[in-house]
């Protein structure tokens, strides 16, 4: 049995999958790797990754960049024309965490709708598509986010995508997945990365968060698509040259760990429960992959700050609510630490 007091040296974090740290075997890989000048297109282990994942994606062309929001920020760029409307979900990460980028960017504006569990249906996106009259922004493009973060890891349910596309089919729109934890919903679901992405047409995966790389994001589309967004990649700074040992890394990554994610569902699923049978309020239907969402009856910051002193590190995400996610740096011993000192904290004891 842990106790508590042989946790006082301990650090575990669970604000994020974005603190995950690149295994030795991955960092013997990237040493390893083959590297050429990207920006002429000369670095191998870039244009490995890039065709390995259009193989995954089914999609003709892909790009490496350096983060998700520079993917998913390029892809908007290259879908939309300045003065165009974005359609996109309340909580997602292009509304909430990317600073304003859209508007600065591209020039567009975002129309965001209140979903449920992060997802908006296309009933709810056929009354906002604006008509031609001149008075209106052209409506360009609908977004969606897959996990979603904000709304605990929740999986968008794929039937919603396809009436989606059929509605972007009959406005001849465009649409774009922001996919950093796509990885998670393909293995939760067991549909396949390709069946996720055939309906969509562009997408950003992540390769920094629940993979355990180091640095990463790639945008994935059609040929012509990514034409454009090589440009635009250009014009902010994500032209990178012997980038090749980050590639590889997410090559290992994707590689050896993406099955894997499955052991973070199955730890988040029991810290959920957890937290429910210490009397918590966590919705356990929105709790599908590796996020885990907790309603306190106590202040967030400082139940966080009283974890942190005890090793723990979670997120404070509002007043009363605390964000935790588990990754490939949480096994079931730092499970279980966190576990008691959560108790402690909440119970006093």
């Not at 842990?2 to 040493?31: F, G, H, Q, W």
């Not at 605990?152 to 465009?174: C, V």
């Not at 709790?287 to 910051?301: G, R, S």
């Not at 979670?314 to 009363?320: E, Q, V, Y």
Request: glycine content about 8%; hydrophobic content about 40%.
């Amino acid at each position: 049995m842990i106790k508590l007091e042989s946790i006082k040296n301990m650090r575990i974090d669970l604000r994020s999958d974005t603190v995950t740290l690149p295994t030795p075997e991955m960092r013997r890989y990237m040493a390893s790797a083959p590297v050429g000048d990207d920006v002429f297109g000369e670095d191998p282990t870039i244009n490995e990754l890039q065709q390995r994942i259009c193989q995954l994606t089914g999609k003709e062309a892909a790009l490496f960049v350096p983060s998700g929001t520079m993917s998913n920020q390029i892809a908007i760029k290259a879908h939309t024309q300045p003065g165009d409307e974005v359609i996109c979900e309340y909580g997602c990460h292009i509304f909430n965490f990317e600073g304003g980028a859209p508007a600065m960017l591209s020039g567009v504006q975002l129309h965001p709708l209140k979903g449920e569990r992060g997802v908006i249906t296309a009933d709810q996106v056929k009354p906002v598509i604006r008509s031609s009259d001149h008075h209106n922004p052209r409506t360009a493009l609908i977004e969606i986010e897959n996990t979603h973060n904000r709304a605990g890891g929740a999986i968008f349910p794929f039937e919603h995508i396809m009436n989606l596309r059929r509605l972007a089919d009959e406005y001849s729109l465009r649409m774009h997945l922001d996919g950093a934890r796509l990885w998670n919903a393909h293995i939760a679901t067991g549909i396949a990365i390709v069946d996720w992405c055939r309906p969509i047409d562009s997408i950003s995966l992540c390769f920094s968060k629940g993979l355990g790389a180091p640095v990463g994001s790639i945008l994935c589309g059609g040929a012509e698509f990514i034409e454009r967004a090589h440009r635009y990649r250009k014009m902010v700074g994500g032209g990178m040259r012997q980038a090749g040992v980050l590639a590889a890394a997410a090559l290992y990554a994707v590689e050896h760990h993406v099955q894997r994610l499955e052991e973070d569902h199955r730890r988040a699923r029991e810290l959920a429960e957890f937290l429910v049978n210490l009397g918590v309020s966590v919705d356990l239907t929105a709790t599908q992959t590796n996020i885990v969402i907790a309603d306190l009856p106590l202040n967030a910051a400082k139940f966080c700050r009283q974890l942190a002193d005890a090793g723990i590190l979670a997120l404070p995400i509002s007043t009363t609510r605390v964000r935790f996610v588990t990754h490939l740096n949480v096994g079931d011993e730092e499970l279980e630490s966190a576990k008691l000192v959560i108790k402690k904290v909440i119970f006093g004891k």
